[in-house]
C-alpha cells in the first residue's frame, strides 16, 4: 500500500461528458503528479501541484484541469470526453517538490473507459 | 518525441538465470534514473534508482547500471523469480524545482518456472 488514494477505480461514461477523478496524496507529501497510461503507452505527465501551485505541465489537454486543495488533495477534471480519453489516470506523490531522489508514490490508477 | 525509450516490449527468462532489462534515453539533462515495477491492476512501485554521478547502483537481486557516454541504463535481475514477473518502467527525472518523471513504454517481464 503505497498511501495515495484514488477514487474511483473504475469509471464508465459516454463521449461528450466531463468526470472528475480524485487523488489523496501520502500523508506529509506536498506535490502531486497526475499520469495517463493508455494502450501500450508508457506513462504520460500531465500535470504536477506543489502546495496547492501548480509546479509543472505536461502534454495536458485544454480539456483537461486540475488543482490541489487545502488539505492537498486533487482532482483531475475531463471534460469533452473522447473515445481516445479512455485509460488508465495515476496520482502520485512526493515529500517535496525537488526531492532529488525522484521518488514518487503510486496510486493504483482510475481507469476511465469512454463510450 | 520519445525521451526514455524501451525498445522491448517484453522479455522472457527461465527462473534462477539473470533477466535484463534495456533503456535508453536522449535528454542529457536528466540526472537521476529509476526502475519501476508493475503489476497488473496496481500503480507502479519504485525499484531502484541511480545518480547520474554513478555508474553503477545495487540492492540485492537488483543492479543498476548507467552509461553516460551511450545514454544507456540497463537493470538486472539475478537470480529471476516467478514473482519478478511484471511489466518494467524505465524513468528519468531532471530534478530542479519539478521532480517530474518520464517514463518509458515499459518491458514486461515473464520469469518461466
Known amino acids: 500500500d503505497s498511501g495515495v488514494t484514488q477514487t474511483p477505480k473504475h469509471l464508465i461514461t459516454a463521449t461528450g461528458q466531463r468526470v472528475t477523478l480524485r487523488c489523496s496524496p501520502r500523508?506529509?507529501?506536498?506535490?502531486v503528479y497526475w499520469y495517463q497510461q493508455s494502450l501500450d503507452q508508457g506513462l504520460q505527465f500531465l500535470i504536477q501541484?506543489?502546495?496547492?501551485?501548480?509546479?509543472a505541465k505536461g502534454n495536458i489537454l485544454e480539456r483537461f484541469s486540475a488543482q490541489q486543495f487545502p488539505d492537498l488533495h486533487s482532482e483531475l477534471n475531463l471534460s469533452s470526453l473522447e473515445l481516445g480519453d479512455s485509460a488508465l489516470y495515476f496520482c502520485a506523490s512526493s515529500v517535496l517538490s525537488g526531492a532529488n531522489t525522484g521518488e514518487l508514490f503510486f496510486g493504483e490508477g482510475s481507469r476511465l473507459t469512454v463510450l | 518525441d520519445q525521451q526514455v525509450k524501451q525498445n522491448s516490449p517484453s522479455l522472457s527468462v527461465q527462473e534462477g538465470r539473470i533477466s535484463i532489462l534495456n533503456c535508453d534515453y536522449t535528454?542529457?539533462?536528466?540526472?537521476?534514473f529509476l526502475w519501476y515495477k508493475k503489476y497488473p491492476a496496481e500503480g507502479p512501485t519504485f525499484l531502484i534508482s541511480?545518480?547520474?554521478?554513478?555508474d553503477k547502483n545495487e540492492d540485492g537481486r537488483f543492479t543498476v547500471f548507467l552509461n553516460k557516454s551511450a545514454k544507456h541504463l540497463s537493470l538486472h535481475i539475478v537470480p529471476s523469480q516467478p514473482g519478478d514477473s511484471a511489466v518494467y518502467f524505465c524513468?528519468?527525472?531532471?530534478?530542479?524545482?519539478?521532480?517530474?518523471?518520464?517514463f518509458g513504454t515499459g518491458t514486461l517481464l515473464a520469469v518461466q518456472p
Open positions: 535528454n542529457s539533462m536528466f540526472d537521476y
Open positions: 541511480i545518480s547520474s554521478i554513478k
Open positions: 524513468a528519468a527525472s531532471e530534478g530542479g524545482a519539478t521532480n517530474k518523471l518520464i
Open positions: 500523508s506529509g507529501d506536498l506535490s
Open positions: 501541484y506543489y502546495n496547492g501551485e501548480e509546479r
